[in-house]
């Protein structure tokens, strides 16, 4: 089966470094993506890795370790605007293109 | 480019109803996946189609169907509604030979 870890909540503060945690168990990784969901809005996609190593995109990185099945989200520099929910997604190989989603980590930026 | 785009964006619906929801995907894009948020539950993937096929599908009841049109635009059914089917709907759509899905703004359906 599949199964997804998150923490639940963060907290952090205006320009700070924070780090998202993601754990999953899959029988047959295919991509893990993280996507960004505001209060009432869509989720909108940030990332993908298929392979080991760090991705980096401006304020936002993500990393995966195949063999550990983790993943991690770094958020650089924040900002109040980046307070939102962060979900981890994997796409396993045995179940085609879906996503199968963790139930997402809500951060919270205060100044 | 427009984004994904759905309709309609709220529906209060009675138990035992049925609903219809609509989902336009990104100029180009063939591939529209649906998926059920709930607070409980989180995203759970429903169904995928492509070219009018339905290519993939989620451990949902029968009662959850859908289907696609020629020019990609999708709609999903859910028959003979429950409370616990109360949720935001999102449909997603893919470009093809990308790996990333790019989310509509949802219908919220709430079964009374």
């Known amino acids: 089966g599949q199964n997804i870890d998150q923490p639940t909540e963060m907290t952090a503060t205006e320009g700070a470094i924070v780090q998202i945690n993601c754990t999953y168990q899959?029988?047959?990784?295919?991509?893990l993506f993280w996507y960004q969901q505001h209060a009432g809005e869509a989720p909108t996609f940030l990332s993908y890795?298929?392979?080991?190593g760090l991705e980096e995109k401006g304020r936002f990185s993500s990393f995966l370790s195949r063999s550990k099945g983790y993943s991690y989200l770094l958020l650089k520099e924040l900002q109040m605007k980046d307070s939102a929910s962060y979900l981890c997604?994997?796409?396993?190989?045995?179940?085609?293109?879906?996503?199968?989603f963790g139930k997402g980590t809500t951060l919270s930026v205060s100044s | 480019k427009a984004g994904v785009t759905q309709t309609p964006r709220y529906l209060i619906k009675t138990r035992g109803q049925q609903v219809t929801l609509s989902c336009s995907p990104i100029?180009?894009?063939?591939?529209v996946s649906w998926y059920q948020q709930t607070p409980g539950q989180g995203l759970q993937f429903l169904f995928e189609?492509?070219?009018?096929?339905?290519?993939n599908k989620g451990n949902f009841p029968g009662r959850f169907s859908g289907r696609q049109f020629s020019n990609s635009r999708s709609e999903m059914n859910v028959s003979t509604l429950e409370l616990g089917d109360s949720a935001l709907y999102l449909c997603?759509?893919?470009?093809?030979?990308?790996?990333?899905?790019?989310f509509g703004p949802g219908t919220r359906l709430t079964v009374t």
């Open positions: 997603a759509s893919s470009p093809e030979g990308r790996n990333e899905q790019y």
């Open positions: 899959t029988s047959g990784f295919n991509g």
């Open positions: 890795n298929v392979l080991d």
């Open positions: 997604a994997v796409r396993d190989s045995g179940a085609g293109t879906a996503l199968i």
């Open positions: 100029s180009g894009h063939r591939s």
């Open positions: 189609y492509f070219s009018e096929t339905q290519r």
